[in-house]
């Protein structure tokens, strides 16, 4: 196991690699089926008929790929301890079968907390693109890290 990220390890500027995934027919169908079925999200024939030109995926299925890739990628190996919210969603660009999503986080500022002085609040801005560097998804949100002496 690699040693975790704590708070004291990011700091503003910081561009961090989430991975990539491939969105495939069936995730898509599956999810909205379950979560969002409306006919754009869960046939062909929905798709092509609304203005997403196709059958997508829904934006709820988006964020929650790219959170997957946050969380196995930064949060599973860092001393996160969640997040309060998410401050701004934007959905920027439909997703459809065969799309290649890839994340990254950056880091927009660092705050200690007074109130809770062995956790820091790291204020992070997640962005996917698809193959062809269309962004799909961002988000802005402040997440807790443990400090390094919280460990100790």
């Known amino acids: 196991?690699?040693?975790?990220?704590?708070?004291?390890?990011?700091e503003a500027g910081q561009d961090l690699d989430l991975g990539s995934i491939e969105v495939t027919r069936d995730d898509i169908v599956e999810f909205a089926t379950e979560f969002d079925p409306q006919d754009f999200h869960v046939s062909e024939e929905g798709g092509k008929a609304s203005m997403l030109g196709g059958l997508a995926a829904s934006g709820w299925h988006t964020a929650s790929i790219v959170m997957r890739l946050l969380a196995t990628n930064?949060?599973?190996?860092?001393?996160?301890?969640?997040?309060?919210?998410?401050?701004?969603?934007?959905?920027?660009?439909?997703?459809?079968?065969?799309?290649?999503?890839?994340?990254?986080?950056?880091?927009?500022?660092?705050?200690?907390?007074?109130?809770?002085?062995?956790?820091?609040?790291?204020?992070?801005?997640?962005?996917?693109?698809?193959?062809?560097?269309?962004?799909?998804?961002?988000?802005?949100?402040?997440?807790?890290?443990?400090?390094?002496?919280?460990?100790?």
């Open 74 to 152: 930064l949060f599973n190996k860092s001393s996160g301890r969640g997040s309060p919210g998410v401050s701004r969603l934007k959905w920027k660009h439909p997703v459809f079968p065969g799309d290649v999503l890839s994340a990254s986080a950056k880091i927009l500022a660092t705050k200690e907390l007074r109130s809770k002085p062995l956790l820091g609040m790291v204020f992070i801005k997640i962005t996917a693109i698809n193959q062809n560097g269309t962004e799909v998804i961002e988000w802005e949100n402040p997440v807790l890290f443990e400090k390094q002496e919280a460990s100790e």
């Open 1 to 10: 196991m690699t040693t975790p990220r704590y708070f004291e390890d990011f």
